[in-house]
């Protein structure tokens, strides 16, 4: 695609949020296409969120949250890490683009991290040929 | 009548008499040849109106649900998929074991209406003549083998006998070898345009008129997602990406739950290829979590548990 991706971004409040917090304290550049929503904790991301961000016109969807076993709530990510597995699995079977749908874990001090991750996810998001499957189409523009 | 109709009779008159339950859940003839309905006994003298069906797509644990707050001792007959439903039901917590009693039935496999019609055309009169049904169509008679009206689900079943059961009628069936999965893998070896341009054209056909959650067992919440209007998950009406939305999510919520019945594809009035997607589901749990539903009444729902372990190569 040409045009800046739009990218929506789940961050987790306790970690994923904070290193993106301190990839701007730090002047790290990276790209600005995330569209950051702050969450509780990646298990607070209920799959549904990700379909209806594809439908109601994003690009790409970035869900993140804590390393395994850091969880500040002790074992939400490692739910929110098999809610993903099965969602995404069944996502690419219907033929999603890969790239579209990316999950990563982010913690509160690497900032560093954070922008290579955000690099790595928009580089995915221009590389999709289609980014209208799943986009609702509605009787006027979705811009 | 077959040697299973009269032992499921048999069986269902026992407990009747003896006063074990209040009444028993079983299959009844429909309008016609082509159609089972469930019926409900509670009089001995009722006891004929029980059968085995040839076309039984339907999944008798549904109808216990609504008996989640009644006092009654109930009978049912179940089939291998129906039993398993009834164990995903005591794990969810949704009915006692001591309120029931199942008379477990080896099912060889049933027959689809729905691929009677995709093989046959317009059916208006069926009749079974041994191992054929012949359909007189708008386009003439026409014969097929029981062995081709058999749908995508029963073809790939490898649990024919019930898995919890007070007293088991009919022979053991051998289970085939293999999971039973190949037609889903092969699927996946489609390209990905392809995949979900058939995705686009199956869901097309769907009219959101809800007959796949209301038969199927473990479509169980009081208020499902696409009734909420407050956040409004899933918008009215007939467009595409919400009629797809719409049957992802279903399925996605069928992970770890959903016995492979076939209620919901044989409930549908336009034919949608549901079972395409709810058996990749049941392949994905069991290849990620080795997990098969209503199989083990102990094990854990998958979503419901972790390990530290699982694979997480899809996270940067």
Redesign the interface.
Known sequence: MDKDPRILAFLCNWCSYAGADLAGTSRIQYPTTLRVLRVPCSARVN??FI??AL?EGADGVLVSGCH??DCHYL?GN??A??????????????????GRV????VSAAEGGKFAE?VK??TNGVKEVK?TT?????RDWPNE | MSSLTDAIREEAKKVLSEGKVDFVIGYGEGDNPMRTQPVFIDKVEDIDKLVWPSFGLINLANYLLRHRNTPHKIGIVAKGCDSRSIVALLKENQIDRDRLFIIGVNCPGMLSRQVAREKAGEIVAASSNGDKWSFETTEGTKEVSCFDLMPSNCAACRHHGPVIADVIVGDPVTEPEGDGYDDIRE??QKP????????KQEMTNCIRCYACRQACPTCNCDEC?VDITQPR?V?KGL????L??WQ??R??HQ?GRCVDCGACEEACPMGVKLLW?TR??NL??RE??GFEAGVDPEALP??AT???E???E???
């Not at chain 1, 499957?133 to 189409?137: A, E, P, R």
């Not at chain 2, 990905?192 to 995705?199: D, G, I, K, M, S």
């Open positions: 799959p549904q379909l209806k439908q395994p076993g074992e490692y739910y890490r098999r809610k993903f597995a099965t969602m995404l699995d069944l996502l690419e079977y219907v033929g999603l683009e890969k990316r999950f990563s874990w991750v790595e996810v289609d499957q799943f986009l609702k189409k | 699927f996946e990905a345009p392809e995949r979900h341009n058939y995705l997602f998950w918008d467009e595409p990406t919400d797809a939305i992802l999510i399925t996605y992970a997607l990749k589901m994905v749990v990620r979590f998958p979503l972790y390990k530290k699982d694979p997480q899809f996270i940067l």
